[in-house]
């Protein structure tokens, strides 16, 4: 009689053992599915306008989101699947100096502005290769720099030399 509780025991342990792997594979699996289908939405904070090298004709209005914290600017576009149309992301860095960005966990293409403190236009990094870890450094110090989607620049006549402005309720 003893073996038979004995081994009754042992096989409800085993069955509860098994149940509990299983259930925690669920679990996990689920949590890896949510993490890599987690996009970031875009949120409008201000409005960006950019003007040929005269300042006499607007070659685009964009709508932007910030990037001014170290977190904001962690991230940037990071894990975004699409960008909405006329949209961008607008970082403000600590200083004017050469700036460099990359492409990790970036799921599209950008084109990356980068703009001096006079809000001009000084590089472009056009249609920057998704997921890419190189180095996409700015050809002169930049202190902003503009985020927007692939080949954006090409099919607005956006080049260097051209200027910036911009307003957002987070500067005020």
């Not at 996009?39 to 964009?62: C, M, R, W, Y």
């Not at 709508?63 to 991230?75: N, P, R, S, V």
């Not at 996409?136 to 260097?160: F, K, M, Q, T």
Request: net charge negative; with cysteine.
């Amino acid at each position: 009689m003893r073996t038979f509780f004995w081994k009754a025991g042992l096989s409800l342990s085993l069955a509860a053992c098994i149940f509990s792997c299983e259930l925690e594979e669920k679990n996990s699996s689920s949590k890896k599915k949510s993490s890599s289908q987690y996009e970031p939405k875009f949120t409008k904070e201000g409005e960006l306008t950019i003007l040929d090298a005269s300042n006499q004709d607007t070659l685009a209005f964009v709508a932007i989101e910030m990037a001014l914290t170290d977190e904001e600017k962690e991230y940037g576009m990071m894990f975004r699947k699409s960008i909405p149309k006329n949209t961008g992301m607008l970082f403000i860095m600590e200083s004017e100096r050469i700036q460099s960005f990359w492409m990790r966990n970036t799921y599209v293409p950008l084109d990356i502005i980068y703009i001096n403190k006079n809000k001009e236009i000084v590089s472009i990094q056009a249609n920057a290769t998704p997921l890419s870890e190189r180095s996409l450094p700015s050809e002169a110090p930049a202190y902003y720099v503009l985020e927007l989607a692939g080949n954006y620049c090409l099919e607005n006549g956006i080049e260097n030399g051209d200027l910036i402005q911009f307003q957002s309720e987070r500067l005020q």
